[in-house]
Each structure stands twice: as C-alpha cells, then as structure tokens.
C-alpha cells in the first residue's frame, strides 16, 4: 500500500537536500513505515512544489545510502532493515596531518626495482622473478614520526611508475592522481615493530604498532600493495 505523509506540510519549491531531510524525517518516524511504498516521483514533486529531478536525485541518495529500494516499475520502497553503505576514497597522509593542525613532512628512505619476494608473488599471484617496484618513506607531523610507509607497486599494470620521481612526494600521492582502482582489500591490524619500524617511528623494538594494509587491483591486475605503520598513539576515526 502507497502511504502519504501526515506530517505538517513543507514548504514550496523545496531542494533536494531539503526534501532528502523530509523524506528521511518521515521514515525515522514510521509516518513512512518499513516495507511501506512511497508516493510516486510525481505527487512528491507536486507536494514539495518541485521538480521530478530534483526529487529523483534525493530518493536516489537516500536509496545509495541504505534507507530505501528502488526498482524500476514497482516504485520506491522503505527498507525493513536500512543498511548503511560505506563509501572509500584513499587517503591522502598529508591531508590528514594537516587536519590535525601539524606540518607536513614527506622524506623518501629507499627507492627500487627488484623481483618481487617470494610472498608478494603468492599474495598478488605475480609471476616468479617478476620485478616490482619498492619504495620505503617517512611522513612526518611538526617533524615528529607520524606514519611509515612500505610500498610495493607493480610496473606490469602501471609502467609509467617507473618514471615517477618520489623524491618530493610519495607514491601514494601519485597514484591517486594517475591509477584508478577497480578493486581494493583493506586490512588493520597490530604488528610487533622490527628493527626498521621501531626506529623509524621511535617506537619500543617489539611493542605492537597500528598497521594498516592496502591492496588496489585496476581490472583484475594488482597496482600496489602498501603496508602502512602508525606511531604510538594513533588513532583512527571513522563515520558512518
């Protein structure tokens, strides 16, 4: 059955983000319960004094974030159960830093091509003896060690990675700019810093640091695989 709003009316000529909130506000208070099917695009442009666009792209964005069902020819439908989606966009370190008020420092420690290790190639499923790039840097926050980065990239999928210069910036800067990615596997976790880690983040030999790895892939090909290590007392936040 189609149910139609008892709230107070909205005003005219409402935006979209102003009839996403009605709408919204209407299903968090069952006037809209779940499973309940919504009034056509049409009645609620003529309720909200708008246009079928404008209400298309707020039932679109309520729907791409888990409170409603769209499918063509049956209408738009409130979801029993919303379901939040998460949206992922790489980070920049240095966006983060600087969030934070601190400044940036970017150093490059070690720059190579070499075969890849043997459990690059079982993780990536890289041919034996393929040649890899691997790259080693330091991001600082007021100069005080903020994250450790250990890269690995795969020139196959990406040759023009071997021209890049990360003398002034990191890989992960310029892959963003020029790789897309299709697929991508994110990891947390906590490591016990070896000997690399612990001095380069000033961090306890063997005392466990926050760690996160990131695997990208561009249509079925691995682009990189990064191994990303935090200093004591970094904390992550996210929102949903």
Request: net charge neutral; aromatic share 10%; proline share 7%.
């Amino acid at each position: 059955m189609t149910l139609r709003g008892t709230m107070a009316a909205p005003r005219q000529n409402m935006s979209y983000r102003d009839i996403k909130q009605v709408v919204l506000d209407r299903i968090q208070n069952r006037i809209w319960a779940p499973d309940s099917l919504l009034p056509s695009e049409t009645d609620l442009a003529e309720e909200f004094s708008s246009t079928r666009t404008t209400v298309n792209r707020a039932l679109r964005e309520l729907a791409e974030e888990g409170f409603l069902e769209r499918k063509r020819k049956a209408g738009t439908r409130v979801l029993n159960s919303p379901v939040r989606k998460a949206q992922f966009s790489i980070p920049l370190v240095r966006d983060e830093i600087a969030g934070t008020g601190a400044e940036y420092r970017y150093a490059l420690v070690e720059r190579s091509v070499a075969a890849a290790p043997a459990w690059l190639s079982a993780r990536l499923d890289l041919p034996q003896g393929q040649e890899v790039l691997h790259v080693r840097c330091m991001h600082y926050a007021d100069n005080a060690p903020f994250q450790y980065e250990v890269r690995w990239v795969i020139p196959s999928s990406i040759p023009e990675v071997l021209e890049a210069d990360f003398s002034h910036s990191g890989p992960n800067d310029w892959l963003v700019q020029k790789v897309p990615f299709t697929n991508l596997e994110l990891s947390f976790m906590a490591t016990k810093a070896d000997q690399s880690v612990a001095e380069f983040l000033d961090a306890p030999l063997g005392d466990p640091v926050f760690t996160a790895e990131r695997i990208t892939w561009l249509r079925g090909s691995p682009v990189t695989l990064a191994k990303l290590y935090f200093a004591p007392g970094y904390k992550l936040t996210t929102h949903l």
